[in-house]
């Protein structure tokens, strides 16, 4: 591996298969369970167990060196995967877009992170889901900050705190293209759907865009929120999200440039859509 002058970090000299095999060797290393890990040749082998080990990590320091060369191997997967601004996505209705792709894609002032009430994560490895993603391609300094975020809170609440359905958290975003996550953990539907859910799904939209109003982050992709794993009927959730976020941008008027329904689905963008139409 070739340094620059001491102090400074690793090189960005380094190619990117050479950043892929150093952060390999050392998440592995860091590892007591899978130190000994036998690792692939091939670089989607390689970028699996990379992103495995990331997953599972416990939120702790990490070398400086270590992170340099994590932050510019991100930063250019962000850039391979191609960023999305504003400019080219087109508005739907008034300030609203629906935009259908990868949400660690899009260069706006801040994506909202569908989490669970740790505040730190998906923890397993590869999963598909929008909380694992975003971990994963922001980097693990993401899953400190909310690990002290929620440090600060225990003290103040106990240590059995965890974070309410409908509160939002504000974090930095690191290694994506937007400038912030705002995490926020929405209702489960346990057994039937009930105006107490709807209600709190409702809080999730109204209380995320008072944090941004109140940070002024002027551009927002909301994820389909609790939709999924949490169970919400996609077609009511998206009903919900259209009609609390209408009614606060005409309470609001002037306060957001742009919000984004951002889905993954094709049966959700055709909600979305006939909704807005």
């Not at 090189?11 to 390999?24: F, I, N, P």
């Not at 998440?27 to 990379?50: M, Q, W």
């Not at 960023?83 to 300030?95: A, K």
């Not at 941004?212 to 999924?228: H, M, P, Q, W, Y």
Request: net charge negative.
């Amino acid at each position: 591996m070739k340094k620059e002058d001491e102090g400074d970090g690793m090189s960005k000299e380094l190619t990117q298969e050479q950043r892929l095999d150093y952060l390999v060797e050392e998440f592995k290393a860091d590892s007591v369970e899978y130190k000994d890990l036998e690792i692939p040749k091939d670089e989607e082998g390689k970028r699996r167990v990379l992103r495995s080990l990331m997953n599972i990590r416990m939120p702790k320091k990490m070398p400086d060196d270590v992170m340099t060369v994590q932050d510019e191997y991100l930063k250019e997967r962000a850039a391979d995967k191609g960023i999305v601004e504003l400019s080219g996505i087109p508005v739907i209705r008034d300030v609203i877009s629906i935009w259908q792709g990868d949400i660690t894609r899009l260069a706006v002032d801040a994506i909202v992170n569908a989490a669970n009430s740790q505040m730190l994560g998906c923890f397993v490895p590869m999963h598909t889901c929008i909380d694992n993603c975003i971990h994963t391609f922001a980097g693990i300094r993401l899953r400190e900050e909310c690990n002290r975020k929620m440090n600060e809170l225990r003290i103040r609440y106990g240590k059995d705190y965890e974070q309410p359905t409908a509160v939002p958290m504000l974090t930095d975003a690191y290694n994506l293209p937007a400038k912030k996550v705002i995490h926020i953990v929405g209702p489960i539907v346990r057994y039937k759907l009930t105006p107490a859910l709807e209600k709190d799904l409702a809080d999730c939209y109204r209380n995320t865009l008072d944090m941004c109003r109140e940070n002024d982050l002027k551009s927002v992709a909301f994820c389909c929120i609790s939709t999924g794993v949490f169970r919400f009927p996609n077609k009511r959730a998206a009903e919900i999200a259209v009609d609390t976020v209408g009614k606060w941008l005409a309470e609001h008027d002037g306060q957001m440039e742009r919000v984004i329904f951002n889905v993954f689905k094709d049966d959700d963008r055709d909600i979305y859509k006939e909704l807005l139409s």
